[in-house]
């Protein structure tokens, strides 16, 4: 095989075997020996899924993937920070052609396609590892409860999660369902079936960092006093940020605006008498306007 004239194939024909293997079931796995990609491994060179297998850890029963709208946002993903932490490889799916030809092709060399942003991503853990993690979970259970009960339906349950190592939170979608990136796809169909959308938009799961510190501070806040106008603002605020940093895109821009500004109003200590000072203002002018006509009525 020359490398070169490869890279030109593959460059004006990806597509045809990528749309192959979302049609072709019978070649499906011939077609898949074409595939090209980056990886958090391969640099600026493309690997197939061969190369890949070819380096996979011992231990190592899956092969790991992520979609996205680039190279560079998926490579900065907080998604990817635990495996990276492990050393495995992660395949980089960009091109949105990609989420069609994945959903059918489900595993290679007897190897299971996992996806890094879904529910299902799991790893070995010894028993000291299992005891800490049942430990996490049931300590971090009522802070749980809290965010699931101020988020309501825009989460479908809270839980301490094993991916995430520098960030405090991530939105991880159903195994079956559209991920971040497929939703962000069909939303852009001029076309597209508003009714199928509703059904297929991922229901999201969110994965807390029990070790991350403003998980823990978070949770301090929390057992104190859990009606606290400031921690219902911060879980929202979290919500919101893991929206954006998982390839969601914001349901309430405006009001993730307004929550920014008064972070940095408190960084700045300002205080929020000002607008305490003009909240009576608008019921003074009702009163005026309620006592006008009644002011020209005792004239006569």
Known sequence: ENKEDFKKFYEQFSKNIKLGIHEDSANRQ???????????????EMASLKEY???????????FYITGESRSTVANSPFLEALKKKDYEVIYMVDPID??????????????????????????????????REEEKAKFEPLCKLVKDVLGDKVEKV??????????CVLVTGEYGWTANMERIMKAQALRDAS???????KKTMEINPRHSIIIELKKKADADSSDKTVKDLIWLLYETALLTSGFSLDDPTQFGSRIHRMIKLGL????????EDEPMPPLQETKKEGAPAASGTTP
Not at 107 to 116: E, I, M, V
């Open 30 to 44: 011939k077609l898949a020996d074409f595939l090209r990609y980056h990886t958090s491994k391969s640099g600026e």
């Open 53 to 63: 297998v070819s380096r996979m850890k011992p231990e190592q029963k899956e092969i």
């Open 99 to 132: 989420e069609y030809s994945v959903q059918q092709l489900k595993d290679y060399d007897g190897k299971k396609l996992r996806s890094c942003t879904k529910e299902g991503l799991t790893f070995d853990e010894n028993e000291e590892e299992k005891k800490k």
């Open 159 to 168: 839980i301490p999660g094993t991916r995430v190592i520098d960030s405090p």
């Open 196 to 202: 199928m959308s509703s059904y297929m938009v991922s």
């Open 269 to 276: 200590s300002i205080e929020e008498e000002e607008k305490k």
